[in-house]
């Protein structure tokens, strides 16, 4: 796919919003349309936040409410000044003559917007997340047109972010689409057993390295050695000496929570008699 | 498009006969979130509240029956402007007017703010709570705590006055009979109510999709053995509220003692009162008008109990945290320790 242009860096909190709006189309609408806000930088555009805008479209002619947009993106510039608009998205396959209208709107606003399209109705069976930017084509002086290039689309995760999707992937999984949020030692359980099973897999590579139904691979040899190395040699005493002194503070910390805790519960006794 | 209409209305449906199904204490049942929501609280607090600043927002969504529906959020502003008074009430007003025009629910269901190390209860999230809850009687504040998530797994986690706390803040009476009556613990202060996070199909695809796309490597956070730091801070706090505590024991402990000796001066006042009084009679002369000792001896002013109710309630908090940690970390050293078992 040629890259002319930028690379578009998306949050996942962008794409959730605009599947989320477009579940509240109103009725009749096919689509859904609205800005996107984010930072421009020399290379890429990183978009990280946007809000739908309601607008009406039939075969001949669309209209989109300005006022509604001018006025959300104020508001929510007063809560991140830094955000600029940097384009617009639609929910849908294609790119549709109302496309070009609308991406001119977008230029008076943006300098070189970019055009999202997200396919929410499925057509080809994938979502097909696309963004696009405009370059002018045609005759110069004659006729001209636009066309919209398509640009390479990268997904970025700040850490907190990365966390919250791993929980709704796991949500995904769950038979009622719905989870409630684990503590304590079942989370340690659950990665533990997440870095078992990738054990498990590398274990049954090598066994069939072995046993010669794979031929060996020097790349992934050199990984496994890594990994192997990873572990660090410390002497039998010493490890005891280090984990025995974890334990022993984190058991005192214990012990000093729940001795606080008994006080302020005989507190609130001896208060209330 | 019928498709996801369709989806949305089986998934509000399932959700509610299940909702049906849960634990059996009525009207608490779980809330449903969007997926949205949390990451756009995520994201609010990641780019606009990085050190010990609070972010906060507004909740919006539905309520079914007695039942609760989250279904979007938006952030507020940063106190600090330099308009102090910034109108939040015009920015909220704005922004709800404009959500209704996208079919956005723009019922005002509860507010987030993220917490630092979870230190959240204090007399102002009292405050902003109670107006929610007097206002709408299902709503909950959502307690974002951003530190926990970024060691491995989200915490988010919704709380509601209890029934109690509201009649107390109602009466507006802190005193100490006034939460007597009541017989408020501070664990009864907040009860927490459980989350779900409810996905659309939509989501569900979406999320398919990302996992095939993103290539970011797995970070394993959650199995991170250094934990000196995070304990050291979350003593730190604690300890800080244990002296804060301790004060406000010593200042109850002067008023009962205040109270006590004056108690026995009134006694004793009386006490002389009479023997002048039979003195006199004796004596043949009219009794001494009776005084009103109460006006002589004014009692002490009984120091406020809502702070210390508050105080022990964060100290609970903060060590109700501190053993989730501890325990998860015994857990990943015994998990070391096997590592290493094997190598020796």
Same mark, same amino acid.
């Given at each position: 796919?040629?890259?002319?242009?930028?690379?578009?860096?998306?949050?996942?909190?962008?794409?959730?919003?605009?599947?989320?709006?477009?579940? #509240? #189309?109103?009725?009749?609408?096919?689509?859904?349309?609205?800005?996107?806000?984010?930072?421009?930088?020399?290379?890429?555009?990183?978009?990280?936040?946007?809000?739908?805008?309601?607008?009406?479209?039939?075969?001949?002619?669309?209209?989109?409410?300005?006022?509604?947009?001018?006025?959300?993106?104020?508001?929510?510039? #007063?809560?991140?000044?830094?955000?600029?608009?940097?384009?617009?998205?639609?929910?849908?396959?294609?790119?549709?003559?109302?496309?070009?209208?609308?991406?001119?709107?977008?230029?008076?606003?943006?300098?070189?917007?970019?055009? !999202?399209?997200?396919?929410?109705? !499925?057509?080809?069976?994938?979502?097909?997340?696309?963004?696009?930017?405009?370059?002018?084509?045609?005759?110069?002086?004659?006729?001209?047109?636009?066309?919209?290039?398509?640009?390479?689309?990268?997904?970025?995760?700040?850490?907190?972010?990365?966390?919250?999707?791993?929980?709704?992937? #796991?949500?995904?999984?769950?038979?009622?689409?719905?989870?409630?949020?684990?503590?304590?030692?079942?989370?340690?359980?659950?990665?533990?057993?997440?870095?078992?099973?990738?054990?498990?897999?590398?274990?049954?590579?090598?066994?069939?390295?072995?046993?010669?139904?794979?031929?060996?691979?020097?790349?992934?040899?050199?990984?496994?050695?890594?990994?192997?190395?990873?572990?660090?040699?410390?002497?039998?005493?010493?490890?005891?000496?280090?984990?025995?002194?974890?334990?022993?503070?984190?058991?005192?910390?214990?012990?000093?929570?729940?001795?606080?805790?008994?006080?302020?519960?005989?507190?609130?006794?001896?208060?209330?008699? | 498009?019928?498709?996801?209409?369709?989806?949305?209305?089986?998934?509000?449906?399932?959700?509610?006969?299940?909702?049906?199904?849960?634990?059996? &204490?009525?009207?608490?049942?779980?809330?449903?979130?969007?997926?949205?929501?949390?990451?756009?609280?995520?994201?609010?607090?990641?780019?606009?509240?990085?050190? +010990?600043?609070?972010?906060?927002?507004?909740?919006?969504?539905?309520?079914? =029956?007695?039942?609760?529906?989250?279904?979007?959020? *938006?952030? *507020?502003?940063?106190?600090?402007?330099?308009?102090?008074? *910034?109108?939040?009430?015009?920015?909220?007003?704005?922004?709800?007017?404009?959500?209704?025009?996208?079919?956005?629910?723009?019922?005002?269901?509860?507010?987030?703010?993220?917490?630092?190390?979870?230190?959240?209860?204090?007399?102002? /999230?009292?405050?902003? @709570?109670?107006?929610?809850?007097?206002?709408?009687? =299902?709503?909950?504040?959502?307690?974002?705590?951003?530190?926990?998530?970024?060691?491995?797994?989200?915490?988010? %986690?919704?709380?509601?006055? +209890?029934?109690? /706390?509201?009649?107390?803040?109602?009466?507006?009476?802190?005193?100490?009979?006034?939460?007597? %009556?009541?017989?408020?613990?501070?664990?009864?202060?907040?009860?927490?109510?459980?989350?779900?996070?409810?996905?659309?199909?939509?989501?569900?695809?979406?999320?398919?999709?990302? =996992?095939?796309?993103? +290539?970011?490597?797995?970070?394993?956070?959650?199995?991170?053995?250094?934990?000196?730091?995070?304990?050291?801070?979350?003593? @730190?706090?604690?300890?800080? &509220?244990?002296?804060?505590?301790?004060?406000?024991?010593?200042?109850?402990? +002067?008023?009962?003692?205040?109270?006590? %000796?004056?108690?026995?001066?009134?006694?004793?006042?009386?006490?002389? &009162? @009479?023997?002048?009084?039979?003195?006199?009679?004796?004596?043949? =002369?009219?009794?001494?008008?009776?005084?009103?000792?109460?006006?002589?001896?004014?009692?002490?002013?009984?120091?406020?109990?809502?702070?210390?109710?508050?105080?022990?309630?964060?100290?609970?908090?903060?060590?109700?945290?501190?053993?989730?940690?501890?325990? @998860?970390?015994?857990?990943?050293? *015994?998990?070391?320790?096997?590592?290493?078992?094997?190598?020796?």
């Amino acid at each position: 796919m040629s890259v002319y242009g930028p690379v578009v860096k998306i949050h996942p909190v962008v794409l959730a919003s605009i599947g989320d709006s477009y579940e #509240r #189309r109103n009725e009749g609408a096919s689509r859904v349309i609205g800005t996107l806000l984010g930072t421009v930088d020399k290379h890429s555009v990183e978009v990280t936040n946007c809000f739908s805008v309601p607008h009406n479209e039939s075969e001949d002619e669309v209209a989109v409410d300005m006022e509604f947009a001018k006025n959300m993106y104020e508001l929510h510039k #007063r809560v991140s000044p830094s955000e600029v608009i940097v384009g617009w998205y639609a929910t849908g396959f294609e790119i549709t003559e109302h496309s070009v209208l609308i991406h001119e709107y977008y230029s008076r606003e943006a300098t070189n917007p970019i055009h !999202l399209t997200m396919d929410c109705a !499925l057509q080809s069976g994938k979502m097909n997340i696309r963004a696009y930017v405009s370059a002018p084509m045609g005759v110069p002086g004659k006729t001209v047109g636009v066309m919209f290039t398509p640009l390479s689309v990268k997904y970025k995760y700040y850490d907190t972010e990365r966390i919250g999707v791993e929980l709704l992937q #796991r949500t995904r999984d769950a038979p009622n689409a719905s989870s409630g949020l684990t503590s304590d030692l079942c989370q340690v359980g659950k990665a533990a057993s997440r870095v078992q099973d990738m054990l498990a897999t590398v274990l049954t590579y090598i066994e069939d390295v072995l046993s010669g139904k794979q031929g060996a691979d020097n790349s992934v040899g050199r990984y496994l050695m890594d990994l192997v190395n990873k572990v660090p040699k410390i002497s039998a005493e010493d490890f005891e000496t280090m984990l025995n002194s974890n334990i022993n503070d984190l058991l005192m910390v214990t012990y000093l929570a729940n001795l606080t805790q008994a006080q302020i519960a005989l507190n609130e006794k001896i208060v209330v008699l | 498009r019928d498709v996801a209409k369709r989806a949305r209305m089986s998934s509000a449906a399932s959700s509610a006969t299940r909702a049906g199904s849960l634990n059996g &204490r009525p009207g608490r049942s779980c809330i449903p979130i969007g997926p949205h929501v949390v990451l756009k609280m995520i994201k609010h607090y990641q780019e606009e509240g990085q050190g +010990t600043e609070v972010v906060q927002g507004v909740l919006l969504g539905l309520v079914v =029956e007695d039942r609760l529906e989250i279904t979007n959020c *938006f952030p *507020f502003p940063q106190h600090t402007e330099d308009d102090a008074d *910034f109108d939040e009430v015009q920015y909220q007003m704005e922004m709800m007017r404009s959500l209704r025009h996208v079919n956005i629910d723009h019922l005002h269901v509860g507010w987030y703010q993220s917490t630092y190390y979870g230190s959240f209860v204090s007399r102002a /999230l009292l405050d902003s @709570q109670f107006s929610y809850q007097h206002a709408i009687e =299902e709503s909950v504040v959502l307690i974002y705590d951003p530190i926990k998530t970024a060691q491995g797994s989200l915490s988010l %986690k919704a709380y509601r006055l +209890t029934p109690k /706390l509201m009649e107390i803040c109602k009466e507006k009476d802190f005193s100490a009979e006034g939460l007597k %009556k009541a017989m408020i613990g501070f664990e009864h202060m907040f009860e927490e109510v459980p989350i779900v996070i409810k996905n659309s199909h939509l989501i569900n695809v979406l999320m398919w999709e990302l =996992e095939e796309k993103s +290539t970011v490597a797995d970070k394993h956070e959650l199995l991170n053995l250094s934990s000196s730091n995070h304990l050291e801070k979350s003593l @730190q706090l604690l300890m800080d &509220r244990v002296d804060d505590m301790s004060q406000d024991i010593v200042k109850y402990n +002067t008023y009962s003692r205040n109270l006590s %000796k004056q108690q026995q001066q009134k006694h004793q006042y009386t006490q002389r &009162r @009479q023997q002048e009084n039979a003195q006199r009679q004796t004596r043949g =002369e009219p009794p001494l008008p009776e005084e009103d000792i109460s006006k002589m001896f004014k009692p002490p002013q009984p120091p406020p109990r809502m702070d210390t109710l508050l105080i022990a309630g964060q100290i609970n908090n903060y060590c109700q945290n501190v053993k989730e940690f501890t325990s @998860q970390n015994l857990g990943k050293l *015994f998990l070391a320790e096997a590592l290493q078992g094997h190598n020796s």
